[in-house]
Structures are given as structure tokens and as C-alpha cells.
């Protein structure tokens, strides 16, 4: 390392400057850059970043404060099958995630580390995940030799100075250390170690897999904490429904990715709800805890959206098309001429020639897509017209009703509330996601994904079940539990439900059941509600469809509740009995 290179440790921490010490002697860097989070920063890092290659700018005019950014065509998504929870034994991890010995992975990847950054800076880059001064906020240290993972990291997360306040002198801080490396698949890691509150990246430079804030330490990490100290750290999304009297009332959503997640945080109510408001306070991840009033309180650990391009459209999501246009960090989307960005599903006349996501020239009508289908936008949650006031309060919000859903064809109804808290925890265990006769020419291959953590629990899926039922004893004034389905198809494979705006009509039902102020009918499998309790009115769907879209078969669900009894076997012992005769008593009544 030279004299004059880098700059002054931005922090007196002797446990934190050891740690620096330590990585910087394995992965030698020719210099140590602290990162203060500031402005001038930004625009300095954005420079190099700009001079290296890694971001161009876009067209300043329309897009201000907009750069674009292209990975590595090897290197475009999370890598669930390189992804590790290093436990000291094998069961800790359990049979969903991938194990290694904390030994084995620490040896096999310092041996990776070794001289990674020769040549290159190590970004020192303090944050924060959760609201600044909260007592539920998780501080992070990442140490990457990535800008661009600097940048992104600036905008999804509370990062620089203020995290190292938060730190002062303590030790109790996650610690990531990441290298691009050579970005070879053969040499790619991602490896979590709860017990030591660390991860270690390598050979990847895609954002799930090294802005280890997110899945790594807000999900994978925190899970595990979560289990530890009381509370859950899960793969929801937070929104706020405000009534036209000022009633707001706070919905947490857990959907497997690909299911419109971000586009149901961000819902624009359709005309028949004037004076309705749908407001954000996460799109992703919820850290929820029991406050002293009794009730489960929600923070979003994130401070921006780390969203999907292809699909979003003035139709599908207008609060995310308005947040993507200025400060933003696209990935992989296409470019058109003028130096704007596009993407599959994008408003507007597909046009004519494009360059694509992998820097070539593509012409309408390609067979190829122009912008990768993974391709994403990294933008500032301060952008969204829709935030909640209160996305960035320390205490978080109330939630009133947690909603899990799936991509199901078939089975599933529009909406269905559990019997209680230990049915609702069933419904989170069982969700998944069918493949679409669309997607496969089969209908009814269902992968389960329960809560939609199946790719982010830290630990034993069948332990964190059993946590989730145990927090029932801790929450004196539980949120209602509630499934949903957005994707029932008819026998023709069209989609009965329209989904998107129209998707209020269902949160009113459910903000009206958890306050207690609607009435609903009980079925085999919960409650539903009664003809005229869902608000279809000025809505342009057939009565045959919703007849489709709500419908419950006996048939259907004798077979769904066996394959849920084949999946619990898969989870093996630690699935708790509770969760195994609920299953029981659910297929005694479908008989
Ligand atoms: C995401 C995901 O990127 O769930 O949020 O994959
Ligand atoms: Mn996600």
C-alpha cells in the first residue's frame, strides 16, 4: 500500500481498524478508501466509475443524475446454488440452503481473497440497515473493491458517517467482505456465517449478491438474529392504506420474486376509490418487532429499490416509473439512440433499433431480448411519489394484516383469511408458485417458497416455522393472516383477475377484516368474503370470472393438502407438529 494513496481511517474503533487491517493484509489493496457518504463523494466516485468503464452516463436531459451500468453476461442474478449458510454443523443450516463447514469456507475462500485487490482500491463503506438512531437498525461494514457496489450501496442503504457515529466504539457490527475477483462462475461464494455476523462474497459483481446488505445481512443474517433476540426479519413488502377520512392502516406482503411485489407496494387505487391512498414504506424487506403497545411494528431496513426493469410501465407501476427518472442506477436494461433507457413491457412504441444489454446492436422484431429480463434499477426510495411519511421512522409502523401470496393457476382463491394465527403461519409455511401452462406447456408444478424466504432464511426452514408460531405468545395484539392470489386462470389459461390497481378492491376487504368492520364466510379452508363483500363495482370483470377467481375445490385442495403433507416431509423433523396437524384437521374438513 503506498504513503500517499487512499485516505485517513474515518473511524478510532480498534475492533473495526483490526478487521480493515486484516482483510486489506489477505486481499492487498494498492490503496483504502473510507467512505463518508457524502455528496461530493458520490460525484467523485461517479467520475471514476465513469473513467473505469463501470457506468456511463445517460442521457442528462431526460434522465438526470442516471447512469447505466453492464455486468458481466455471466454474472446477471442471485446464484442460489453458490450461496452458503456456514453453520458450525449441517443441521443449523437445514435441508433448503446449501452448508459449509465455517472452517472449510473460510480456508477455501481466503484462498480466493488472496491478492484479489492487488491493483485495485478497497472501499471501506460504513451503513446502516434501518431507520438512523433506531434501536432495531443493523450497522454493516462492507469492504469491496467494487465502485459500483459503492454506489449502489449509497442509495440502498443509510451509508458513511452516520453509521460510524451509530458505531462509536462497539464491536457489534456485521462484517462483509467482497471481491469481484475475476468474476468466474468456477470462483464465485457467497457465504453467510451467522454465528460470527459475517459474509464473504467473491466472484460475483451482481447486486443479491454483493450489496450484502440486502439479502445477506437484512435476510439471511437477520433471520437468524431475528430468531435469536425475538422478532422477524422477512421478505415483505410494507404499505400504508389511507381511508379519504385520514385512517391509515399498515398491510406487511410476502410474495416469492417475480409476483409484483414492488408493484403492489407502490398500487395507484383505481377511480372507484377516490380519496384512497396507497403510500410506501418498504418494497422488499420487513423487520418487524413487538412494540410496548401489544401490536407487531415494521420497519424497511432499506433506503431505496433495487427493482426489476421488464414489466414496469405507466400501466403496471406509474410511482416506479416516476422514481426512475433521475439519480438512478440502471443494470442491464437496453439503450435507445437518443441515450435513454428500455425495456420489455416498457410504455410507448417499441423501437426500432436498440443497443441491448450486452452492448450490441438490436433491431425491432429481434428474437432476443434487448434488455436482460433480470435487468434493474436502483433507484432512491425519496423518489417514490407514493413514500409514506413514516418510512424513516425509527419506531416503524403498525401492521394490522400480513398477506402471503402466490402465483398459482390454479387452487388458491383471490383472497382467503386464516383461522388464526397458527392457520395463518400454515399459509406462509405452504405458499408457492405454480408454473403457468404460458411459461412450461404444464400446469401445476409447484415450487414452494414459504414466506417467500425460501432462497433468504438464515437457518432450519423447520425451525424458523416453529419461530414464527412461538411469536404468537409474544404479540398480545397479533396482525390478521391473510393468502392471496392474484394469477387463477380459467380453463382457456386466460387470467381471470386483473390484478395491479385492481388489487385494492382486495386490500379494502383485508384492511376491513383486520379492523374488524367487514363481514366474511367461513369455508373449509377460512374465511372469504360473502357475495357483495368485495367492492366490484365500475370494475370490467364477468361474474364468471370472479365466480373463477374466489372459487374453492374440494378436489383441487385435496390434492394441494397432500402435496403440502409431501413437502413437510422434504423439511424433515424440526417441521413443528403444531404446523403438521393443522394439515391434518385442514384435509379432515376438505373430506
Ligand atoms: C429481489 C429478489 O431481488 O427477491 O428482491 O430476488
Ligand atoms: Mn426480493
Known amino acids: 500500500m503506498t504513503a500517499n494513496s487512499g485516505n485517513q481511517a474515518l473511524s478510532t474503533n480498534k475492533q473495526l481498524l483490526d478487521w480493515v487491517d486484516q482483510c486489506a493484509k489477505m486481499t492487498k489493496p494498492d490503496q483504502i478508501v473510507w467512505c463518508d457518504g457524502s455528496e461530493e463523494e458520490q460525484r467523485r466516485l461517479t467520475e471514476i466509475a465513469v473513467a473505469q468503464g463501470v457506468l456511463e452516463p445517460l442521457n442528462q436531459e431526460k434522465l ?8 458481466n453476461p455471466n454474472d446477471v442474478a442471485r446464484v442460489e446454488h453458490l450461496t452458503f449458510i456456514c453453520t458450525p454443523t449441517k443441521e443449523e443450516a437445514g435441508p433448503t440452503n446449501n452448508w459449509m463447514a465455517p472452517a472449510d469456507a473460510y480456508k477455501k475462500l481466503s484462498g480466493l481473497y488472496d491478492g484479489a485487490m492487488k491493483g485495485r482500491t478497497m472501499y471501506v463503506v460504513p451503513y446502516v440497515m434501518g431507520p438512523l438512531g433506531s434501536s432495531s437498525s443493523k450497522i454493516g461494514i462492507e469492504l469491496t473493491d467494487s465502485v459500483y457496489v459503492v454506489l449502489n450501496m449509497r442509495i440502498m442503504t443509510r451509508m458513511g458517517k452516520a453509521a460510524l457515529q451509530m458505531m462509536g466504539d462497539g464491536n457489534e457490527f456485521n462484517r462483509g467482505l467482497h471481491s469481484t475477483l475475476d468474476v468466474n462462475p468456477e470462483r464465485r461464494f457467497i457465504c453467510h456465517f451467522p454465528q460470527d455476523n459475517t459474509i464473504w462474497s467473491v466472484g460475483s459483481g451482481y447486486g443479491g449478491n454483493v450489496l450484502l446488505g440486502k439479502k445477506c445481512l437484512a435476510l439471511r443474517i437477520g433471520s437468524y438474529l431475528g430468531r435469536n433476540e ?14 379519504p377520512e385520514g385512517e391509515v392502516t399498515y398491510v406487511a406482503g410476502a ?5 409484483g411485489k414492488t408493484n403492489f407496494a407502490m398500487l395507484i387505487p383505481p377511480k372507484r376509490f377516490h380519496g384512497w391512498k396507497v403510500t410506501t414504506v418498504g418494497d422488499d424487506i420487513a ?3 413487538v412494540g410496548s403497545d401489544g401490536r407487531l411494528w ?4 432499506e433506503a431505496g429499490y433495487f427493482g426489476v426493469a421488464p414489466g414496469t410501465s405507466m400501466k403496471s407501476n406509474p410511482n416506479a416509473m416516476l422514481s426512475v427518472r ?11 439512440k437518443d441515450n435513454d433507457v428500455w425495456w420489455e413491457g416498457k410504455d410507448g412504441e417499441v423501437p426500432e433499433e436498440l443497443t441491448d444489454w450486452q452492448g450490441r446492436p438490436w433491431k425491432k422484431g429481434s428474437a432476443d431480448k434487448a434488455a436482460h429480463p433480470n435487468s434493474r434499477f436502483t433507484s432512491p426510495a425519496a423518489n417514490n411519489p407514493a413514500l409514506s411519511k413514516f418510512w424513516d421512522d425509527p419506531q416503524g409502523v403498525p401492521i394490522s394484516a400480513i398477506i402471503f401470496g402466490g402465483r398459482r393457476a390454479t387452487t388458491v382463491p383471490l383472497v382467503v383469511q386464516s383461522f388464526n394465527w397458527t392457520h395463518g403461519v400454515y399459509f406462509g409455511a405452504t405458499m408457492g408458485s405454480e408454473t403457468t401452462a404460458a411459461a412450461t406447456g404444464k400446469v401445476g408444478v409447484v415450487r414452494r417458497d414459504p414466506m417467500a424466504m425460501l432462497p433468504f432464511c438464515g437457518y432450519d426452514m423447520g425451525s424458523y416455522f416453529q419461530h414464527w408460531l412461538a411469536m404468537q405468545s409474544k404479540i398480545p395484539m397479533p396482525p390478521k393472516i391473510f393468502m392471496v392470489n392474484w394469477f387463477r386462470q380459467n380453463a382457456q389459461g386466460k387470467f381471470v383477475w386483473p390484478g395491479f390497481g385492481e388489487n385494492m378492491r382486495v386490500l379494502k376487504w383485508v384492511i376491513d377484516r383486520a379492523r374488524g368492520k367487514v363481514g366474511g364466510q367461513e369455508t373449509k379452508i377460512g374465511w372469504v368474503p360473502r357475495p357483495g363483500d368485495l367492492d366490484l363495482s365500475d370494475m370490467d370483470i364477468s361474474e364468471e370470472d370472479v365466480l373463477e377467481a374466489t372459487k374453492i375445490d374440494p378436489v383441487e385442495w385435496k390434492r394441494e393438502l397432500e402435496a403440502q403433507g409431501e413437502w413437510f416431509d422434504s423439511l424433515g423433523s424440526t417441521v413443528p407438529k ?11 374438513r376438505i373430506k
Request: with cysteine.
Open 287 to 289: 423487520w418487524m418487532r
Open 326 to 336: 433521475k439519480n438512478t442506477l440502471f443494470t442491464n436494461v437496453a439503450r435507445t
Open 298 to 301: 415494521a420497519v424497511n431496513p
Open 230 to 243: 425475538g422478532w422477524l426479519a422477512e421478505h415483505m413488502l410494507i404499505l400504508g392504506v389511507e381511508s
Open 64 to 71: 438526470p443524475g442516471c447512469y447505466y451500468s453492464r455486468s
Open 578 to 588: 403444531a404446523l403438521r396437524l393443522q394439515r391434518e384437521l385442514l384435509l379432515e
Open 255 to 259: 410474495f416469492p420474486s417475480a409476483c
